[in-house]
């Protein structure tokens, strides 16, 4: 990593949310009506961006709109939360990516993504983002964009690279070899290592302590926390027991306070008691982005779980507008 570059540069999707509320997701076949309904800011990678923007990091994204008044609103919403959009272009053939989503009462969601732009996003825009994802002390990519553009990122990446493997799919060996850190819920866990998770004996998910992946590895497992294989060493990090109202966003606060810690020094599992304390917090509201919590917020849920793991880095630079 060079120095003069942001704490995390974001390499991924950006769409607009479309929220039903229903009492029950649609069995196949059905009807059901909407007992409300909103827009939000979202897409894995923006919203990511967006959680470690609030976290107080200094955050360039990188992405690919249309040029509708949907990527208006998106590349506001980004600006909003002080992120660098100089990166973020727009592609006049494709629309802003959209995804629909429905959550039923307990907090249950389904969720289809009309990829759009972000199925544009080229290596050749990546190679334009360059000087951006090289100087980054943290690069974080999901797979919602084309591999090839996560590819590109994570050849041009100096500093620590940090793979969001969402949605689930097997990945070519050329990048997962570039990968610093892999980060997997239980579904992608699968997709990624072709075995499922192993469950002990005491009934917890198991990593096998030798699994072959050339980097460390993360597994959220959603109200179980997360765990962590570093160096050969296996750690779990239990979640607050929290009021769910949407887990919509609850992975990408997680990759962002993740990165967030990163890229402040902690090593991983400190790094991951962060993120599984902010991401815990996040569930609380409606939206990806909507609970996405600060500093301060975080920091008293871990208080709350008993003070262990509090961050030994000072909170360095305070949040800086982000540029348009
Ligand atoms: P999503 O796709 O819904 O954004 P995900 O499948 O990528 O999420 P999860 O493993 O479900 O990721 O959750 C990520 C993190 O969010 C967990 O490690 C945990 O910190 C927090 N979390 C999720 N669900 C809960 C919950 N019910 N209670 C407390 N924390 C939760
Ligand atoms: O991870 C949640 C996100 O996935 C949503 O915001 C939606 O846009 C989809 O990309």
């Not at 955050?59 to 939360?81: H, I, K, N, Q």
């Not at 994570?154 to 070519?172: D, E, Y």
């Not at 975080?298 to 509090?310: D, P, T």
Request: aromatic share 2%.
């Amino acid at each position: 990593m060079e120095p003069g570059g942001v704490d995390v540069a974001v390499v991924g999707s950006v769409n607009v949310d479309l929220v039903a509320t229903v009492r029950s997701l649609p069995l196949p076949g059905e009807t059901v009506s909407a007992v409300g309904f909103g827009e939000f800011p979202g897409g894995k990678g923006s919203n990511q961006a967006i959680a470690a923007a609030r976290l107080g990091r200094t955050v360039a994204f990188v992405g690919l709109t249309g040029t509708d008044p949907e990527g208006r609103s998106v590349r506001a919403s980004l600006l909003g939360e002080g992120v660098d959009v100089r990166q973020v272009g727009t592609d006049d053939t494709a629309p802003t990516g959209r995804a629909i989503v429905l959550v039923d009462e307990a907090a249950e969601n389904s969720i289809v993504v009309v990829p759009g732009a972000n199925g544009r996003l080229a290596p050749a825009h990546i190679e334009g983002a360059g000087e951006v994802v090289r100087r980054a002390k943290v690069v974080v990519a999901q797979l919602e964009i084309p591999v090839e553009a996560v590819l590109a990122a994570a050849v041009r990446t100096t500093g620590v690279f940090v793979l969001n493997a969402a949605p689930a799919r097997a990945l070519p060996p050329e990048l997962l070899e570039r990968v610093d850190v892999l980060v997997v819920n239980e579904v992608e866990y699968e997709a990624v290592t072709g075995r499922p998770l192993l469950v002990g004996a005491t009934g917890a998910p198991e990593v096998p302590a030798h699994l072959s992946l050339p980097c460390s590895l993360v597994v959220t497992l959603g109200g179980r926390g997360a765990i962590v294989l570093h160096e050969s060493v296996l750690t779990r990090v239990s979640a607050p027991a929290v009021s769910v109202i949407d887990t919509t966003g609850a992975g990408d606060t997680f990759i962002g306070a993740l990165a967030d810690a990163l890229s402040r020094g902690e090593d991983l599992p400190a790094a991951t008691h962060w993120a599984v304390h902010a991401a815990s917090i996040s569930v609380g509201a409606l939206g990806a982005t909507t609970g996405m919590p600060g500093r301060a917020e975080v920091l008293a849920a871990i208080h709350r779980s008993g003070g262990k793991g509090v961050p030994t880095t000072p909170d360095l630079d305070p949040p800086r507008p982000g540029r348009g």
